[in-house]
């Protein structure tokens, strides 16, 4: 069975730091791999997704076969950056999403 | 177009009740899938609904149960409530040829006491 995992519950960095945001994943197959966003007082929302291999508000994700994972990363964090992240896997029509990981970005 | 819809926002009932929630998809959009999202985690799926019929189920059981309808808006119903059933619900929609590309609606809170 997939099962998506983001290990950090919490991440806090300094406005114009790099972020990254970790998602590991188990699969047997090829996986389509997501990442979708929470703002505050706003629905769940795609960011992301792995097979177009774009850049979404300055973020990007790795799809590692070999370590199974699909981290996000942002070079230079902003302060509107700061929402609820669920890295997520489609299979069979249904999404699987991981527990999500908070991201405050401070002044 | 306001987006995926559902009601009611906020729902509170008793164990043992049964409740039913509603959801209107995206215009344009013909398929329907409903998430369960407890305090602390992800969205978890329950099912997914297409020509008005159950086209994937997750792991959850008989107590919940569907409904899709022909202008494509849904019903997720619960019955027999349990405390544990207490969490946002939330409504996606999509197109059947990508449903890997979901609209979420913002969610009905369910309390059970």
């Known amino acids: 069975a997939q099962r998506v995992t983001q290990p950090e519950k919490l991440l806090s960095v300094f406005k114009g730091a790099p972020v990254e945001l970790k998602c590991n994943y188990s699969y047997s197959g090829s996986p389509e791999l997501f990442w979708y966003v929470q703002y505050s007082r706003q629905r769940l929302q795609l960011l992301l997704r792995?097979?177009s291999r774009e850049s979404i508000k300055g973020f990007t994700a790795d799809l590692n076969k070999g370590e199974t994972s699909f981290h996000l990363k942002k070079p230079f964090a902003q302060e509107e950056d700061s929402a609820m992240y669920y890295c997520a896997l489609v299979n069979d029509y249904k999404l699987s999403f991981g527990a999500g990981t908070t991201v405050t970005v401070r002044a | 177009d306001a987006g995926v819809t559902q009601s009611p926002t906020h729902l509170i009932k008793t164990r043992g009740q049964q409740v039913t929630l509603r959801c209107s998809p995206k215009s344009g959009h013909d398929t329907v899938s409903w998430y369960q999202q407890a305090l602390g985690q992800g969205p978890q799926f329950i099912f997914q609904?297409?020509?008005?019929?159950?086209?994937q189920r997750g792991n959850f059981p008989d107590r919940f149960s569907g409904h899709q309808f022909p202008n494509y808006s849904s019903e997720l119903n619960v019955n027999a409530l349990l405390l544990g059933d207490s969490a946002l619900y939330l409504c996606?929609?999509?197109?059947?040829?990508?449903?890997?590309?979901?609209?979420f609606g913002p969610g009905t809170r369910l309390t059970v006491l």
């Open positions: 609904y297409y020509e008005e019929e159950e086209r």
């Open positions: 792995h097979i």
């Open positions: 996606a929609s999509s197109l059947v040829v990508r449903t890997d590309t979901q609209y």
